[in-house]
């Protein structure tokens, strides 16, 4: 297990944070106009966000899309994103795979320099 689970990114209301060798989930509310999930990246975990209640607004690398309850939408790393509530309020479950460490989400504007949290332009391997 991860010995520190990074700071929430936003304003919400955290009602699960899971965290297990190979994997974490981290369960929330977001209130419409109220809460969210600031623009953030990981350098290492993928995630995947499923709305459980509501529906959620999923912004990935400025194009939002909105999700539905039971639906999913994948996260890579490098890929900056965030959430909102969309008609009043959502419940969302993120999982991200491997489990996330302290030193893997960084709030836009505050990458640390990192040479992972670029991604590669000569078309290599992100795992290079």
């Given at each position: 297990?991860?010995?520190?689970?990074?700071?929430?990114?936003?304003?919400?209301?955290?009602?699960?944070?899971?965290?297990?060798?190979?994997?974490?989930?981290?369960?929330f509310?977001?209130?419409e106009?109220?809460?969210?999930?600031?623009?953030?990246?990981?350098?290492?975990?993928?995630?995947?966000?499923?709305?459980?209640?509501?529906?959620?607004?999923?912004?990935?690398?400025?194009?939002?899309?909105?999700?539905?309850?039971?639906?999913?939408?994948?996260?890579?790393?490098?890929?900056?994103h965030?959430?909102?509530?969309?008609?009043?309020?959502?419940?969302?479950?993120?999982?991200?795979?491997?489990?996330?460490?302290?030193?893997?989400?960084?709030?836009?504007?505050?990458?640390?320099?990192?040479?992972?949290?670029?991604?590669?332009l000569?078309?290599?391997?992100?795992?290079?």
């Open positions: 297990m991860a010995e520190q689970r990074p700071i929430p990114v936003g304003i919400y209301e955290l009602l699960t944070d899971f965290d297990a060798p190979k994997m974490s989930v981290r369960v509310r977001l209130k106009g109220k809460e969210h999930v600031d623009l953030h990246r990981h350098r290492i975990s993928t995630q995947v966000y499923v709305a459980l209640e509501g529906r959620a607004g999923i912004m990935r690398d400025g194009v939002e899309e909105i999700i539905e309850p039971h639906h999913a939408i994948e996260i890579t790393p490098g890929v900056v965030g959430a909102r509530a969309v008609d009043g309020s959502a419940v969302v479950m993120n999982i991200s795979v491997p489990a996330l460490a302290a030193d893997d989400q960084a709030p836009l504007g505050h990458e640390p320099h990192h040479e992972d949290y670029k991604l590669p000569d078309g290599g391997d992100i795992d290079d």
